[in-house]
């Protein structure tokens, strides 16, 4: 199974996504928790007021699962759901080692669900594969929050929280098209990731979608590798032997982007912009510095595991999420896909991955 970052779900119209930036997600989730069972007491008509989120309250404990750390997005994943629950005196988190084998994931999750925590958090290293251990949780009374990779059916989660994809590729797009948009004849590349992914088929379509908004820019080539140092060199290499000259280069993920920016200086290339995507530190420091071809790279925020503790804890406390007006925390979140160039990255720096 992959090592990257998930496929945003096709969510039915009739339920609507609350779309969110990682920033105005955690305003959401700092001013507090409205708790429903201070509901009672409230007049009709009057809005119940927020409880102080920080303010110790029932004890949760809460199931984490997710795939194995084996790339630097999924280690970021790990790390920023531990640090979330330390913050909370009545949080206890149970993590499993995390596993790419549906059925030891699987197994791993039915051990949460036989030591009766009170909330799952499941990133599944295959949303169909694990849909239905999804609904056993679900049928056994422990609600589920569906971290990313989404399950086959929405019966399998209470709420859903992720990247967009497609935004990644259309912000990505944006971003480029207003940089070449005063240009005749600007062309562009793309390093895409792996194609028998959804979520690589997704970035591609927002990103050609964006592109179509500038008919002066054209894309030229495409190649897809494999979300690694190693592919990302090579794939690199052969778009620049392929092109001898472009204005722009969207790179799908930062951790293959370290490969591809050794093609690009090995070739001795630096007539184009590069994006990057994801949000990787590294690429972070190389835009603040200024001094190579990356001079953005678009959000895939490894924050929403911190968020998707924030709402385990208040379903395991019976709570809303504060800032809304919802007594019941939302049944989805789609966290907003940000371009981070030198003007905004000491704001994005502390959520860069290793």
Known sequence: MNNTPGTTPRIPTSRRNLLLGTAAAGAL???GCTSNENNENNDE???PAAAD????GKKVTVGFAGPQADHGWLNAINEQAKRRAKEYEDVTLVNTEGSNDTAQQIGQIETLINKKVDVLVILPADGKALTQVGLKAMEAGIPVVNLDRVFASPQAYRCWIGGDNYGMGLNAGRYIGEQLKDKKNAKVV?????DNLELTRQRTAGFDAALKNYPNIKKVGRQAAEFTVESGQSKMAQLLQAHSGFDALWNHDDDQGVGAERA???AGRDDFLMVGGAGAKRAMDAIKADNTVLKATVLYPPTMAASAIDLARALGQGKGVGGLAELEIP???????AVVTKDNVDEYLPTGFS
């Open 53 to 56: 989120d920080k303010k110790p």
């Open 29 to 31: 989730f700092a001013a």
């Open 190 to 194: 793309e390093l895409a990731g792996l």
């Open 264 to 266: 690009i200086q090995q």
């Open 45 to 47: 008509g009057k809005q």
């Open 331 to 337: 049944a989805s979140l789609t966290l907003y896909s």
